[in-house]
């Protein structure tokens, strides 16, 4: 017997449940369920098909991915085209921390801010692409990795490199928008 079976979500084996027939006993009988009033058994069957089939489609995995790509490459550019400071402010949510040498801790963004208007960053310049990004099914978070190349340039003019490996971690705002909450 097929009742229904939508493929997908977090209730797609209770489905398969309710249909194997060793689980018919949480009906008390077969014959009981088969002699349900038609309109009360098309109201489960209709309940149980609406909650296993909510979820996103597929495809807005990799819309989602695509909108936290481009957050990155705008949050890139911002940092080249209006400095550091602007950017990390900018694209920071109100509860973003990030983690600095030494595991040092900077909370929020007027904190992020506020480090990156150090000097040091006045000259620096950075460089970042992610080689990975994923999301979650419900496109509120996603987090992405790469590399980074810091640029820095001191008193005596000598230039100063350090590269290495970024984790970002970004939330959906409730404008559609994407921020960074760690970095």
Known sequence: MVILFCGSGKYGSLINNITSDQNLHYLKTYDQF??????????????????????????????????????????????????????????????????????????GREGIRSFYS?????????????????????GDFGYTYGKYRWQSTDSTGKVNEATGIFHTVWKRQSDGSWKYVWD
Not at 83 to 89: H, K, N
Request: glycine fraction near 2%.
């Open 34 to 107: 088969i002699k349900m009033k038609p309109l009360k058994l098309s109201l489960i069957l209709l309940v149980i098909a609406i909650i296993s089939c909510n979820q996103p489609p597929a495809n807005n995995q990799e819309k989602f991915r695509k909108e936290i790509a481009d957050a990155e490459s705008a949050f890139e550019k911002m940092a080249s085209e209006k400095g550091i400071a602007e950017a990390f402010w900018f694209f920071a949510d109100s509860n973003a921390v990030i983690k600095r040498a030494n595991d040092t801790l900077i909370h």
């Open 118 to 138: 150090a000097d040091y960053f006045k000259t620096a310049s950075v460089k970042w692409s992610p080689d990975f990004i994923d999301v979650s099914e419900t």
